[in-house]
């Protein structure tokens, strides 16, 4: 679909068009041991909505596929509690190099520009510049540095290679002395303004039944300000009280690449609209806000992937195919993936919070959601109240090297707690030793197995290393059944572990999760920071005894590397990787079971948070908000910053491990 500058009632029409389809969407949800929801579409391409009933546990599982998913402030504030801590600012590396593109300073931001004396033509670069810098104070806004770049390339390459360097990395290098020209600003009647156009909402839906919706129409790419438009759904769920607080809350989705509309049912679940208005909009290229960067090639590699050895070079040149298709199909259609990136949906945030004239709202966000939400705080601090981050993705910090540090403290988390329980203790003495020789043998001599998944058939199933090191990730949000399933393996008993590795990818999703956007971000903002040297040494620091070829392919993000070469995106400017510091009272919210963004990764960012909470829920995956406990935590935080009530985290412990029997045979 090519998005198009819509007039109001072209919008309204499309909206429309989004809400009839949505009535032919059927979500259903997989039992608790491993399989995931499952999104069967109709032959729309259309928005989904989950059925409210299943709703949590379709969230549990659905996390398992999408969500992967930062120093000079005062001490994080915590409050008693041994899973509640109080993290003392450490000396850390304040990211990338000075020279390159760095944040606003504290005040200034990129989507109210300060205002600037009448423009130059051209600007000298002065030591310690950079084009965010240089785009910001000339032309108002630092989000046109690209701008600035592609007029200025022959001369920045020029000298960069004149210093020495093979080529300016996108203007990441740049010199004192260079001479800039500036572009022309835009003629002011040309240029488009993000505005919000109400549209009905769909009437199949519980939870919208009393919500009002409609579109937020931005630039494609800001840097191209006469350019496309884009329409981002909305939704605004009213407050359950009759009194709400006049304060919203807004939702970031994690992924990248989940429609945050199809989660409405999972947050007023947790109660998150009891005492405000509850505002989601769906990500720019995600399903509800076309046009939507779905990649259903890659989703049939997933399903074919659970036949294939895991991380053999033969399935990467797969998954790269299947990248490279689907961007060919979506460039094809004249969309820009560069501009499918976290710096223009954290200004399309700060439009919405205008374009609905609202004065102060509070951030919730979930897993890469809260990547979007320290950028949005870093860029555009006005009108934030407070902001809650659930399982947190420091973008200072995040590559998919990065991904390995929180398997190992979940596998950790997860050792500690059987060792904690005399039985678990009693009946798996060395699960931690049984996991890495399985992981060892496995890798060295797959085993192929046959198993009947359910709507699907009979699948077949190859478990190397790799797929169980994964297997592992999605098994942490049911770590009960963890040693019990280890133990069966290491017995010669695989169909547990191989029904649920099947189960994950099940037909019928195909087209609903953007991994186009995923790529875009990833590929811009995490891959294109780390050398494949420095992603190895994360994975050998975590499992030295891990073999090479399971270390060489990061968790969750099997060859992505090499599916960033099809993708082929530029790399993202480095004041994409700056560190947060903010005085606004935030929340760190993390599980200690959780596989895909560990707690140290909360207390982390809480080092530069002068007004922070951290919180830790023993036993507890990824997607904390659906646990009861941390859905109180996260509404007592929003009625109350300074001393949020997390009287329930001292009484939680991890749920008590299965025990089977005796295991016997030899695998086979």
Known sequence: MTPLDLSECGARVAFAAWCVTTTNRVVTSAVRAGRVATGYRSERDDMPIRSRPTARTAAAAAMCLTSLTVLCAAPARGTSGAAITRPEPAAREDGPRTSPQAAPSPGQTTGEPTPVSPKPATHTVAPGDTLWDIARQTLGDALRWDGVYTLNREAIEDEAHRHGRASSD??????????????????????????????????????LREARCGFLVVPENRAHPNGRTLRLAVAMVPSTSPRPRPDPIVFFAGGPGADAIGDIPLLTEAGLNHDRDLVVMSQRGTLSSPPALTCPEIDRFYQQRVHLRYDAPSTGRRYVQAAAQCRERLTGQGVDLAAYNTMESAADVADLRRALGVQRWNVFSHSYGTDLALTYMRMFPEGIRSVSLDGVVPPSVATPGWTWSSVKEALDNILSACADQPSCRQRYPDLGATFTRLVRELEARPVTTNVTVPEVGTVKVVLDGGALLNWMVRASHEAAIFPSAVDELAHGRPQRIAEQWAATRLPGTEGVFAHGLSLSVWCSEWV?????????????????????????????????????QAWDVPKAPASIRAVTRSSIPTLALSGSFDAQTGAQWGRYAAGTLSHSTVVTLPGVAHGAYLNRCGAQVITSFYDDPDTPDTGCVAAMKPKPFAIGPAGVGTRG
């Open 528 to 564: 294109s920071y780390e050398t494949p040297r420095e992603q190895l040494a994360h994975g050998l620091r975590a499992f030295p005894g891990f073999p090479h070829s399971v270390l060489a392919q990061p968790p969750q993000l099997a060859f992505l590397r090499q599916g960033c």
């Open 170 to 207: 996108r203007g990441h290098w740049i010199f004192p002395g260079t001479v800039l020209a500036l572009p022309q600003p835009p003629k002011a009647q040309a240029r488009p303004s993000s505005r919000f156009v109400p549209a009905p909402c769909p009437t199949t839906s519980e939870e």
